[in-house]
């Protein structure tokens, strides 16, 4: 996400140097080429010098807007040796989650659970004030700091996409495939997000919700409650 906003100021820079120059551009032109101000207008059509200029000049524009377009591209890619698998399912209309990792740690209990969205209903009865409407889950996705984390994404049903604004991550569920992405956060938090793919009619409402705590806070959890209740 640190990548992709930092290339979002890069194109906002090049972006408005380009405004300005076309505004000064139209602006000398529409004082200094009028019938008042020049009536007697110079008749050549061509110019070999500057059709090079303004065809070579937004070439190399483009070039340094592709440059770090592409490799922060691949570098969304790459997977490097995750120490955590987190599994997303897309359901009509929630999100379960699987994680294997810990199978063989304590008892039965495979970590794996339903996020549903609070209703507003809910919201009132847990008394819970300060939640965000339509944004709040029953459950957490519970994951460490500092951790190189493994997403494998799909869906159950139709297509859904697990979206996190925060995290630069935005990706599709589809049934019968999976989807790959990673992650490394950064700071401990609360973080939102909500199905980004038209999935029926409570599309809306379902959110998700991922608690990022320090690892070692991660781990005790870990060993004291494998559910996340
Ligand atoms: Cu699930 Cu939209």
Not at 13 to 30: H, K, N, P, Q
Not at 55 to 60: G, K, L, Q
Not at 140 to 168: C, E, K, M, Q, Y
Request: proline residues 4%; neutral net charge; aromatic residues 14%.
């Amino acid at each position: 996400m640190e990548g992709i906003y930092l290339f979002n100021l890069h194109l906002l820079f090049v972006i408005i140097s380009i405004v300005i120059l076309v505004a000064w551009l139209l602006f000398v032109i529409l004082k200094n080429f009028t019938e008042l101000t020049n009536s007697k207008p110079a008749n050549f059509t061509h110019s070999n010098a500057i059709e090079i200029i303004w065809t070579s000049i937004p070439a190399f524009i483009l070039l340094s807007l592709a440059s770090p377009s592409f490799s922060l591209l691949y570098s969304l890619d790459e997977i490097s040796n995750p120490e955590l698998t987190l599994k997303i399912l897309g359901h009509q209309w929630y999100w379960s989650y699987e994680m294997s990792d810990f199978n063989s740690c304590s008892n039965t209990h495979n970590l794996k659970y339903s996020s549903y969205m609070l209703t507003n209903e809910l919201l009132k009865e847990k008394s819970s004030i300060g939640f965000f409407r339509n944004l709040e889950t029953n459950k957490r996705v519970v994951l460490p700091t500092n951790t190189h984390i493994r997403l494998l994404i799909t869906a159950v049903d139709v297509l859904h996409s697990w979206t996190i604004p925060s995290f630069g991550v935005k990706v599709d569920a589809c049934p019968g495939r999976l989807n790959q992405a990673n992650l490394f956060i950064k700071r401990f938090g609360v973080f939102f997000g909500q199905c980004s793919e038209i999935c029926g009619v409570n599309h809306g409402f379902m959110p998700i919700v991922v608690l990022a705590v320090p690892s070692i806070q991660y781990h005790y959890l870990i060993m004291t409650n494998l559910t996340f209740n």
